[in-house]
Each structure stands twice: as C-alpha cells, then as structure tokens.
C-alpha cells in the first residue's frame, strides 16, 4: 500500500504562483508514473499534468506554459509548479501515483488533496 501527502495549497491572488508536492510512502516497488489533477465544485476530475519514469510530462491544455511538473526520484515526491494563476485554477488538487510499468499498471493511489484557491 502507498500514501500520498499533498501539500502547498492556500489562498492566491490571480498571477500569483504556488508549488504543490505530493511525497509517496510505504510498499513502494517501482513507481511508472506520478501526476496531478484537480476537480472544480461541480465538475469532474480532470488530468493537469503527468510525468512518466522516462521523464516525459503531459499537460492540460488549459495549463500549458504556466505549469511545471517535476519528480525528485530518490525522495519519491512529485512537485507541481504553477505561475499565472487564473481564478479557473481553484480546484482541490489531487496527487496519483501509478505503480507498475510501462505494459501494466500494478497499482493507482491517490492522496487527500489539497485545496487552491484563486481569488482577488
């Protein structure tokens, strides 16, 4: 079993930036992917950004040249930067894990989530 702390979140005034991390802990065999995504009141869970163990990212559309996700490999933490914040952006942000590789995902774990607001 793995755990997902989120951390990070908080009160910003639209432009403004913050820096999610989202550390994994516990049976942790081989770790395929981590990412991030978040869910507006009212609407669905939605992807913002995934990295991959080669190093490949993918982003919404909505987020693309304003976020930036990262990992640190050797502390299992996933970050996610993000600049020019827009009130839109107010989400709980959600950290996934995947575990297995690139044929078959062994596991999906997500964390708590943290909240982001965006606001004047």
């Known amino acids: 079993q793995v755990q997902l702390v989120e951390s990070g979140g908080g009160l910003v005034q639209p432009g403004g930036s913050l820096r999610l991390s989202c550390t994994a802990s516990?049976?942790?065999?081989?770790?395929?992917?981590m990412g991030w995504y978040r869910q507006a009141p009212g609407k669905q869970r939605e992807l913002v950004a995934r990295?991959?163990?080669?190093?490949?990212?993918k982003y919404a559309d909505s987020v693309k040249g304003r976020f930036t996700i990262s990992r640190d490999n050797a502390k299992n933490t996933v970050y996610l930067q993000m600049n020019s914040l827009k009130p839109d952006d107010t989400a709980v942000y959600y950290c996934?894990?995947?575990?297995?590789?690139?044929?078959?995902?062994?596991?999906?774990?997500w964390g708590q989530g943290t909240q982001v607001t965006v606001s004047s």
């Open positions: 990295i991959i163990s080669g190093g490949d990212t």
């Open positions: 996934n894990c995947v575990t297995g590789n690139a044929v078959i995902a062994l596991g999906d774990y």
């Open positions: 516990g049976s942790i065999s081989s770790i395929y992917g």
